[in-house]
C-alpha cells in the first residue's frame, strides 16, 4: 500500500510512532538520570562532609597530644622534685605555656590534694581541691593511680569556671618509684575547639558527645547552630577515659535541593529534543560538559587548600613525612625530612642509601634490623636512632611508621620523623638533677639524724631532755604497765653558780649526770630537763626496785664532795618519787606528781625523799581549789582592808592606820592573809591584791575626811613583786597623793641586803613621791644595820616577837631600847607591834617608843566599825574602863 494511500490518521500516527517510542525511551531514561544525579550528589555531599569531619578530628587530636607532650616533661621534673617549691614549679611552667598552647593550667596534688598551680591567678579555688571528695572527678583521678598511666577526661566543668579536658599524670618518687601524686594539666576546652576549626564558619553541622569507656549515657558539649540531620557521619576520638563521638552532616541536610537541578531536567528536555533541534542538544551537551569542568576545578582547589592545611599542621609540628618502596627502595622526603637528615633541597630523588648514610654508625646496625622487621612482619614501625649531621652535630630522632601493600601488591611503608634532640637532652639533665637530688638527700638524711639525736639530749650532760622525756612519757601513757618517776634537783646547785661561776656550776651538772649514770639501772630511762632538774623513768616493779632505797643512794652519791676548779664542793639532792598504781593515770600527771612529792621533799628541809601520796594529792588538790578561788575572788572584788588605828605613845592620839587586807570568802567568810599569801605568791598576784587594798584605802581616807576624821596617814603592805611592777611609779603618780598621807610598809624579809639596784632605785623613786617608807616585823633578823640606814625609812616597826616577853625579860627591854635608841639617832621613829596589854603600853612609852598598835588599844575592823570607833574615842583613859583588853 503507497502511504499517501494510507488514511491520514494512521500516516500521522505513524510519523509520531518514532518520536513516541524515542519520548518513551528519553523519559525512562530522564527518570533514571534524575535518580542517579540524586545519588551522586548525596554521595558526594557525604564525601564531602567526611572529608571535612575527618580534617576537624586530626585538628583536635593532634592539639591534644601536642599539649599532653608538654606537660610531660613538667611531670618527669617533679618526680625527681617531690619538694619542688612553688617558685620552681611556677619557672618550669612558665616554660611551657610560651609554646602558645590551649593549657589553661597546670596543678600538682600530692596524695590526690591540689598543692601547686600555675597559674596561680584565677585559679585559687582549685588550691587544696580533694580528689577524694570531688565526685565529678573522683573517678578519673582513681584511675591514673589504678592504672599507673596518663588518663584524659573531660569536658568537666572547673571550680574556677569554665569547662576544659584534664590530662592527669601519675607522680612518682623516690628510690623506689612510690606512687606520690598526680600532675594535672587543664585544657581550655573552648580554646582546643577554636584553635581546631570548630566554629561557626564551618560549611558542616557538627556536634560532640562524651560517654565514658565503661559505658553510660552520651553526654553532649559542642553544637553548631545548625542542627546535624539524621543519618549523620560518625566518627569517635578515644581520648583516654572517655571516647567522644563526632556526628556531622550538611548545614541544608541530606536532602537540600541541588542548586543544578533544573538545568539537569532542562537537558533532560533538551535531549527529548534532541531529533528536531540537535544544534540545541549539542549546545546543551557543551554546556553541561563545561558546567562539570567548573565542578571538578572546584573540587582540584579544595583538595589543593586541604593540602595546604596539611602541610601546614606538619611544618606547625615538625614532623617530617615519608614513603618507602620495598622493591624499588625509593625513598620519598618531604622538605621536613630534608632538614632533619641534612640531605640539601636541590637534590631531586632520596633513597634508602640517604637514609643509611644519615644515620650514626652505633645505631646504623640497629635502626636497619628494625626497619626490615618492620616490613617483613607488617607490624608498626616505632624506633629512635641518632642523626650524625655534615657539620659533626648529632640529632636524635623518634620514627613512627605502618606498613600497607599498594595496588601492584608491594610492601610500602608510610611514616613520620620527628626531632626529640631536646627532650633527650632534658631527660639528661634531669637524670642529672634527679642523682645530684639524691645525693643532697643523703647527706640531708645523715644531718636529720644527727640533729634529731641533738635534739632529744642535752648538749651539756649528753643525757636525753625534756623533748626526749615527753616522747617517753607519751609511749608509757598507752601501756599501762607500772610506772615510776623519781623527779631529782640539786640543792645549793645556786650557791655554787654564784660563787664560782657559771663554768663551775656546768662541771657540777656534768658530774652529777655521771654519777646518776653510774647508779641507775641500765633498763631504767634518766633525762636532764633543765637547770639543775633530772627525772628518772622506770617501767621496773615497784616492790622490787626499792625506789626510796635507790634514791637515798643517789643522794648520797651525789652528796659526795665534788673537785671543781681546785675547790671541793658539796652539793645535795632532793628527790620526789611518784608511782602509777591505776592504769588510767598518765604518764603526764605522773610527772606533776613526782614534782609535788619532790616541792615537798624540799619544804620539809632539803636533802631528802618523798614519795607522792594520798595526803599530798589533797594537798594539792585544796591549794589548787584555793588557787582558783583567788583568782575568781580578784575578779570578784573579794579583798578588803581592815583598818587598826596607830596611836602614840605618850597622848594616846591616832597617828595612823594600817590598812590589812582580808578576804572575804563567799562561803568561809573572812580569812586571814597567812592562809592565802602563800598561794598568792605562788600564782604571782600578791601585787594586784596589793593594789587593790591601797585603792580601797585611799578611798576610806577620801570617805573619813568628808565624815570630819582627820587620819594623818595610813600605812599599806606593798610586796617585792608589787615594788618590781613597771607601771607603779606612773600609777602613783596619777593618784595624786598628798605627801605623808601614805605610807609603804616593806617587810624586812625582802632582804634589803641583796636587793637589786632596780629595787632601790624603785624605793627612792616612791620616797621621791612623798610617801614615806616603814620597816615592817623589824627585829626578824633578815636586815643589817648598814642596809637600813641606806634605805633611810620613815619608821621602823618592832616585831612582835620583841614586844610580847618585854614584861618578863630585862635582856628583850635592853634589846628594844636599843633599837629605839638606833632610831632616835638617825631620826628614824619606832612604832611597836603586838601590844596585848597597857602594861605593854607603859613600858614602851618610857623607852621611848613612838607609837603603838595592838589589840590592847583597838583589833584590825571593816572601814565603817572603824570610823565609828575614831568618832566615839572609847580607847582614851576617860572614856573607857582601866583594865586591859584581851589579846
Known amino acids: 500500500m503507497n502511504d499517501r494511500n494510507a488514511p491520514l490518521?494512521?500516516?500521522?500516527?505513524?510519523?509520531y510512532i518514532p518520536a513516541i517510542v524515542v519520548a518513551f525511551a528519553v523519559l525512562i531514561a530522564a527518570f533514571l538520570a534524575d535518580v542517579q544525579k540524586r545519588r551522586l550528589e548525596t554521595e558526594y555531599l557525604r564525601s564531602f562532609t567526611t572529608e571535612q569531619l575527618g580534617l576537624l578530628r586530626a585538628r583536635l587530636q593532634g592539639n591534644i597530644l601536642s599539649d599532653i607532650k608538654l606537660v610531660q616533661g613538667l611531670v618527669a621534673t617533679f618526680s625527681t622534685e617531690p619538694d619542688m617549691s612553688p617558685e620552681r614549679f611556677a619557672d618550669l611552667s612558665r616554660r611551657i605555656f610560651r609554646e602558645g598552647t590551649q593549657l589553661r593550667n597546670l596543678a600538682i596534688a600530692p596524695d590526690f590534694v591540689v598543692t601547686l598551680v600555675y597559674p596561680l591567678k584565677g585559679n585559687e579555688r582549685s588550691l587544696g581541691l580533694d580528689y577524694h571528695k570531688n565526685v565529678q572527678q573522683r573517678a578519673a583521678a582513681m584511675q591514673v593511680k589504678q592504672h599507673d598511666r596518663l588518663i584524659v577526661t573531660g569536658p568537666v566543668n572547673l571550680v574556677q569556671g569554665?569547662?576544659?579536658?584534664?590530662?592527669?599524670y601519675p607522680i612518682h618518687t623516690g628510690k623506689d618509684n612510690a606512687f606520690f601524686g598526680i600532675a594535672s594539666a587543664v585544657i581550655d576546652l573552648d580554646k582546643l575547639l577554636a584553635s581546631s576549626g570548630f566554629d561557626e564558619d564551618m560549611r558542616i553541622a557538627v556536634s560532640i558527645s562524651s560517654r565514658a569507656h565503661e559505658g553510660g549515657e552520651a553526654k553532649g558539649f559542642f553544637r553548631t547552630t545548625a542542627a546535624v540531620d539524621a543519618d549523620p557521619v560518625v566518627m569517635s576520638l578515644d581520648i583516654g577515659h572517655e571516647i567522644w563521638t563526632m556526628s556531622a552532616a550538611p548545614v541544608k541536610g541530606w536532602h537540600q535541593p541541588s542548586a543544578d537541578l533544573g538545568l539537569?531536567?532542562?537537558?533532560?528536555?533538551?535531549?527529548?529534543?534532541?531529533?528536531?533541534?540537535?544544534?540545541?542538544?549539542?549546545?546543551?551537551?557543551?554546556?553541561?560538559?563545561?558546567?562539570?569542568?567548573?565542578?571538578?576545578?572546584?573540587?582540584?582547589?579544595?583538595?589543593?587548600?586541604?593540602?595546604?592545611?596539611?602541610?601546614l599542621a606538619l611544618d606547625a609540628s615538625k614532623v617530617g613525612v615519608w614513603e618507602y618502596d620495598s622493591e624499588t627502595r625509593h625513598l620519598s622526603w618531604d622538605a621536613r625530612m630534608r632538614v632533619l637528615y641534612d640531605v640539601p633541597p636541590t637534590q631531586p630523588v632520596c633513597g634508602y642509601e640517604d637514609w643509611r648514610r644519615g644515620l650514626h654508625p652505633d645505631d646504623l646496625e640497629e635502626a636497619e634490623r628494625v626497619f626490615a622487621t618492620a616490613i617483613e612482619t607488617e607490624k608498626p614501625y616505632i624506633t629512635a636512632f641518632r642523626v650524625l649531621r655534615h657539620d659533626g652535630s648529632i640529632r636524635h630522632i623518634r620514627a613512627h611508621g605502618m606498613t600497607y601493600r599498594a595496588s601492584s601488591g608491594a610492601k610500602r611503608i608510610v611514616g613520620a620523623n620527628w626531632d626529640v634532640t631536646e627532650d633527650i637532652q632534658l631527660q639528661a639533665e634531669l637524670l642529672q638533677a634527679k642523682l645530684t637530688a639524691e645525693a643532697q638527700n643523703r647527706a640531708l638524711e645523715e644531718a636529720r639524724r644527727v640533729m634529731e639525736h641533738n635534739s632529744l639530749h642535752d648538749a651539756l650532760t649528753r643525757l636525753p631532755n625534756r623533748r626526749f622525756l615527753d616522747q617517753q612519757l607519751a609511749l608509757a601513757s598507752d601501756d599501762g604497765r607500772a610506772l615510776t618517776l623519781l623527779h631529782i634537783d640539786l640543792d645549793r646547785f645556786k650557791d655554787i653558780n654564784d660563787t664560782l661561776g657559771h663554768a663551775a656550776g656546768d662541771e657540777v651538772l656534768k658530774q652529777a649526770a655521771a654519777v646518776l649514770r653510774a647508779h641507775v639501772p641500765a633498763e631504767?630511762?634518766?633525762?636532764?630537763?633543765?637547770?639543775?632538774?633530772?627525772?628518772?623513768?622506770?617501767?621496773?616493779?615497784?616492790?622490787?626496785?626499792?625506789?626510796?632505797?635507790?634514791?637515798?643512794?643517789?643522794?648520797?652519791?651525789?652528796?659526795?664532795?665534788?673537785?671543781?676548779?681546785g675547790h671541793d664542793c658539796r652539793i645535795g639532792a632532793s628527790i620526789g618519787i611518784a608511782t602509777r598504781h591505776d592504769a588510767e593515770e598518765s604518764a603526764e600527771q605522773l610527772l606533776v606528781n613526782a614534782d609535788i612529792a619532790l616541792y615537798e621533799a624540799k619544804r620539809r628541809g632539803r636533802n631528802r625523799v618523798e614519795a607522792f601520796n594520798d595526803e599530798l594529792r589533797l594537798r594539792t588538790v585544796e591549794i589548787k581549789r584555793l588557787s582558783d578561788d583567788i583568782l575568781r575572788g580578784l575578779e570578784r572584788g573579794e579583798f578588803h582592808p581592815f583598818f587598826q588605828p596607830q596611836f602614840d605613845a605618850e597622848t594616846l592620839e591616832i597617828v595612823g592606820v594600817e590598812a590589812l587586807a582580808r578576804w572575804a570568802h563567799p562561803t568561809r567568810g573572812f580569812i586571814p592573809p597567812d592562809v592565802f599569801l602563800p598561794v598568792a605568791e605562788s600564782l604571782n598576784v600578791v601585787a594586784q591584791i596589793d593594789e587593790a587594798i591601797l585603792d580601797q584605802a585611799l578611798f576610806q581616807t577620801i570617805r573619813w575626811e568628808g565624815q570630819g576624821l582627820d587620819i594623818p596617814r595610813v600605812s599599806v603592805n606593798v610586796s617585792c613583786q608589787r615594788l618590781r611592777d613597771e607601771n607603779l611609779i606612773e600609777k602613783l603618780k596619777a593618784m595624786n597623793i598628798r605627801p605623808g598621807a601614805l605610807t609603804f610598809e616593806l617587810l624586812e624579809s625582802i632582804s634589803f641586803d641583796a636587793a637589786d639596784d632596780g629595787l632601790k632605785q624603785a624605793i627612792e623613786e616612791i620616797k621621791a613621791l612623798g610617801i614615806d617608807i616603814e620597816i615592817d616585823d623589824f627585829g626578824s633578823g633578815h636586815a643589817s644595820i648598814v642596809s637600813l640606814l641606806e634605805l633611810s625609812p620613815k619608821r621602823l616597826k618592832i616585831d612582835r616577837r620583841l614586844v610580847l616577853p618585854l614584861l618578863e625579860s630585862t635582856a628583850q627591854q635592853s634589846l628594844v631600847h636599843s633599837i629605839i635608841d638606833i632610831g632616835k639617832v638617825r631620826g628614824i621613829e619606832t612604832v611597836a607591834e603586838g601590844v596585848e596589854t597597857l602594861a605593854h603600853a607603859e613600858l614602851l612609852r618610857s623607852l621611848g617608843c613612838d607609837a603603838l598598835q595592838g589589840y590592847a588599844l583597838a583589833r584590825p575592823m571593816p572601814a565603817d566599825d572603824f570610823l565609828a570607833f575614831a568618832k566615839a574615842r572609847e580607847w582614851m583613859p576617860a572614856a573607857r574602863p582601866t583594865t586591859a583588853r584581851a589579846s
Open 9 to 15: 490518521s494512521f500516516r500521522g500516527l505513524g510519523y
Open 524 to 565: 631504767d630511762f634518766i633525762a636532764r630537763i633543765g637547770g639543775d632538774e633530772f627525772v628518772l623513768l622506770s617501767r621496773r616493779d615497784p616492790a622490787a626496785a626499792d625506789f626510796p632505797t635507790l634514791s637515798a643512794r643517789l643522794i648520797e652519791a651525789i652528796s659526795a664532795p665534788m673537785a671543781i676548779e
Open 264 to 311: 539537569f531536567r532542562g537537558g533532560l528536555a533538551l535531549l527529548a529534543l534532541i531529533i528536531v533541534a540537535p544544534m540545541f542538544w549539542v549546545g546543551y551537551l557543551t554546556k553541561d560538559r563545561h558546567r562539570h569542568i567548573l565542578a571538578l576545578q572546584d573540587r582540584e582547589e579544595r583538595l589543593e587548600t586541604v593540602s595546604q592545611r596539611l602541610q
Open 162 to 168: 569554665g569547662r576544659a579536658l584534664i590530662a592527669r
